[in-house]
C-alpha cells in the first residue's frame, strides 16, 4: 500500500518536475556566500522532542543532523508564543525590542469594543477584530534579514510562506517580494497582491486533497512505546491518534502532517517557480511548518500523534530538500523553532511530574477582579487577560486610588495562591537590568525584561508554577500549550546546514536572536545600526563572523 506520506512526498516531487530542468551539479563552495538561505520554523518543536527522536530521522531531520547542530537554542524571553518567538528569528532582536510580546495584547485605549490587539492585525483597519483581523507589519518594530539584504542589494527576492499569518509577517518583514499563509482554507496574503501561479496550483491540490477522506497513518515502529490511551475527561482520551480524517475537515487537516506537507511543497514550488538561488544576490525564503503545534495543543506532546507527525515531517523535509537539489541552487538551511512545549498534565504525572496540574480557575483575571472589586467596592470589570503565564491589566477606567488598590489587591491574592510562582509589576520590569549571562541561567525577572514592552505589556506579570497549564478543562478544544518561562517552552534546536559544511555540535546555550547575525555573516552582510540583540556564531564555512 503506498503511505500517505510517500503520496505527499510525490506530490511535491509532482510539482517539483513541473517546473525544473534537469538536475544541475551542485557548486556549493563554503567559502563564498551562498545564493538562497532557506529558513524553517517548525512550531512548537521543542529542544526535548528533537532529542527524544533525533536518532530516528532518516529524511530531512537527518540531513540537517550532518551539519552544525545547536541542540540548546533559547528563545530567551519569558512570552513563549508564537508571534513573539518568529520575531526573534531572522530580526536578532527579543520581544522587548520588536515589540511583538505577546499573540495578544490588551490596549484599552484602543478606538473600537474589542480591546484585544492582535500581534499581526492593523487595528485601524475598520472592521478589524481580534479574532476577525486585517493581516498587518505594523507591530513589527524592527528589520528582519530579509529587509537588510534588499537595502543592501534590492536584487534579493525575499518570500516567507507559512501555516499562520503571524509567522509569515514576523519572518518576512514589512519588504516582501511574496508573503502568503494559511487562511484556514486556503494560501492567501494581503489584498493588493496578485495570486502567482504556484500559489494558485497548491490550492487547487490542498483543496482536492481535503475533499477526500484521509486514511489512518502508519505508525513507525519507535513510536509504540507512546501509543496508549490517556483519559483527559470522561469524554475524551488522546494518545493514540493517527489523524484518520473524514471529507471536508479543515480542522483535522491542520492538526495533521499533510499540513506541513502542503506548505513545503508551497515553499518548494516559490523556490522553482520564482527560480531563487539563481539571482544575482543572494535570495531568502522562510518557511513556517505550523502542523507540529497544532498537534501539540490537540494531543500533547509524547502520544502517538507527535510521534507519528515528526516522522512525517522528516520525510516532507526530505522531499523538501531533494526538490531545492535539483534546482541547482546553493543553499544554506537554518533551522528552529518560535517556542517549545509541554505535554497534558495527566501525562506528564504518568511519566515521573507528580507537580503537573491544570490551571485553577480562580487564576482567571475576569474571575480574581470580580472578588476584587467586591472587596473595594467598585462596579465593572477591574482586571483583563487570560490566565496566565504572563500579563494581568488594570483598568484604565478606575481613578489612581483605585488603580493602586486593586494592583496591591491583585498582588496579594495571586502570591498567595498554591500555582503561582512570581508576581512582578510593570514597573519592576521596566526598573531591572537587561538579562546577561548565560541565557541558562537567567532569572525569571530576566526572562520577563527580555519580552516587556511599555507600549503593550499589561500592569502585571503573573508566572505560574512549572508544569501547570493554563488549559483548566481538556474537554472541548485544545488540551496541552506552551507560553511558560520554563526552558521546556524556551529551548529550541537550532540547526544549520549547507553542501560541504562541516559536521559539528555544540551543547552550550545559545539564542534564537543569534540566527540574524550569524546568517548575515555567512553573506557577507555587515549589520548596521540598531545594534541588535543577538551575536554572530562562528559555522566554520569560510564565512567568518566580522
Ligand atoms: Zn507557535
Not at 478606538?111 to 481580534?130: F, I, L, M, N
Not at 527576492?157 to 516582501?176: C, E, L, P, Y
Request: with cysteine; net charge negative.
Amino acid at each position: 500500500m503506498k503511505s500517505p506520506v510517500s503520496i505527499i512526498a510525490s506530490s511535491i516531487l509532482a510539482l517539483a518536475a513541473t517546473i525544473a530542468g534537469p538536475a544541475a551539479a551542485q557548486t556549493a563552495t563554503p567559502a563564498t556566500p551562498p545564493k538562497l538561505i532557506v529558513v524553517i520554523s517548525v512550531d512548537q518543536f521543542s529542544a526535548d522532542l528533537f532529542q527524544e527522536y533525533r536518532g530516528h530521522f532518516t529524511g530531512g531531520f537527518a540531513r540537517l543532523l550532518t551539519g552544525t547542530v545547536f541542540p540548546s537554542g533559547y528563545q530567551s524571553h519569558a512570552a513563549t508564543e508564537t508571534c513573539p518567538g518568529h520575531s526573534t528569528i531572522l530580526s536578532g532582536f527579543r520581544p522587548e525590542h520588536t515589540g511583538i510580546i505577546a499573540n495578544n495584547w490588551i490596549d484599552q485605549k484602543a478606538p473600537r469594543t474589542d480591546k484585544q490587539v492582535y500581534c499581526a492585525e492593523d487595528e485601524s483597519v475598520p472592521g478589524s477584530t481580534s479574532s476577525s483581523y486585517t493581516v498587518s507589519d505594523k507591530h513589527l518594530l524592527v528589520p528582519t534579514l530579509g529587509e537588510r539584504m534588499k537595502a543592501a542589494n534590492p536584487a534579493n527576492r525575499v518570500v516567507s510562506v507559512a501555516g499562520k499569518d503571524r509567522a509569515a509577517v514576523m519572518m518576512g518583514g514589512h519588504r516582501v517580494d511574496e508573503l502568503w499563509w494559511w487562511d484556514g482554507k486556503a494560501f492567501v496574503s494581503y489584498a493588493s497582491r496578485a495570486t502567482p501561479a504556484v500559489v494558485a496550483r497548491t490550492n487547487a491540490a490542498v483543496a482536492a486533497r481535503i475533499a477526500q477522506p484521509e486514511a489512518a497513518m502508519d505508525e513507525p515502529d519507535w513510536c509504540a512505546s507512546h501509543d496508549h490511551a490517556v483519559p483527559l475527561s470522561p469524554e475524551k482520551s488522546v494518545g493514540t491518534g493517527r489523524f484518520e480524517r473524514e471529507a471536508g475537515s479543515m480542522t483535522k487537516f491542520r492538526a495533521s502532517p499533510a499540513f506541513d506537507a502542503a506548505i513545503l511543497a508551497l515553499g518548494a514550488g516559490m523556490i522553482q517557480d520564482m527560480k531563487l538561488g539563481h539571482g544575482p544576490a543572494t535570495d531568502i525564503i522562510s518557511i513556517g511548518a505550523s502542523a507540529t503545534d497544532y498537534v501539540g495543543h490537540t494531543y500533547g506532546t509524547e502520544g502517538a500523534e507527535m510521534c507519528i507527525q515528526l516522522a512525517n515531517l522528516d520525510r516532507s523535509l526530505g522531499s523538501f530538500f531533494d526538490v531545492l537539489d535539483q534546482t541547482g541552487a546553493d543553499y544554506e538551511v537554518v533551522l528552529t523553532a518560535d517556542h517549545g512545549g509541554n505535554d497534558v498534565p495527566e501525562r506528564e504525572r504518568d511519566n515521573g511530574l507528580p507537580e503537573a496540574a491544570r490551571a485553577d480557575v480562580a487564576l482567571a483575571p475576569a474571575n480574581m477582579g470580580r472578588e476584587i472589586a467586591a472587596k473595594l467596592g467598585i462596579t465593572g470589570p477591574v482586571l483583563f487577560g487570560d490566565i496566565p503565564n504572563g500579563d494581568v491589566w488594570i483598568s484604565i477606567a478606575l481613578d489612581a486610588k483605585q488603580r493602586k488598590a486593586v494592583q496591591a489587591e491583585a498582588i496579594a491574592r495571586y502570591k498567595a495562591m498554591p500555582q503561582v510562582a512570581a508576581v512582578f509589576t510593570a514597573a519592576q520590569i521596566a526598573a531591572s537590568p537587561e538579562p546577561k549571562g548565560p541565557v541558562e541561567t537567567w532569572t525569571l525577572l530576566e526572562k520577563a525584561r527580555a519580552s516587556y514592552n511599555p507600549a503593550h505589556s499589561g500592569d502585571l506579570l503573573v508566572f505560574l508554577k512549572p508544569r501547570v497549564t493554563p488549559i483548566p478543562d481538556p474537554t472541548h478544544g485544545y488540551v496541552a500549550t506552551h507560553g511558560s518561562p520554563y526552558n521546556y517552552d524556551r529551548r529550541v534546536p537550532i540547526l544549520f546546514w549547507r553542501k560541504g559544511m562541516a559536521a559539528a555540535e555544540h551543547p552550550n546555550g545559545i539564542e534564537t536572536v543569534d540566527i540574524m547575525p550569524t546568517l548575515a555573516a555567512q553573506i557577507g552582510l555587515p549589520i548596521a545600526a540598531p545594534r541588535v540583540d543577538g551575536k554572530c556564531l562562528d559555522l566554520a564555512t569560510g564565512m567568518p563572523c566580522p
